[in-house]
């Protein structure tokens, strides 16, 4: 003889199958969450890499100005080709808008 389950020991049944499902997708779910972090991480880390190689050319171009422009002939191009600075002449006084006071 078969015995007949009683409908409350069925329906108990149901709701463990349920739970077990349940905690199986929840699982699942949280597993693909974490892969796909863990892909947003890996481009982000990707992403600052080239970034610090782009700032790290950028300063070695930038030094290599100021180096560049530390030379005393590149100063000089500048005094005089830019800001019309001129050579004083034996004894002349270089005259202009200073005066004394300025200097207070």
Known sequence: MTRV???AKIQWQCTRAIAVIGLLIGAMLFRVWQKVEIAEMHR?????QHELAVLGEERTRL????????KLEMIE?????QMGMV?????VAVAGAWSGRAAD
Do not use: E, L, R, S
Request: proline content about 4%; cysteine-free; overall charge positive.
């Open 77 to 81: 191009h500048v005094a005089v080709g």
């Open 44 to 48: 982000q880390y990707d992403q600052a």
């Open 87 to 91: 050579y004083p002449n034996g004894h």
């Open 63 to 70: 030094v290599a100005g100021i180096a560049f422009k530390k």
């Open 5 to 7: 389950q009683t409908n």
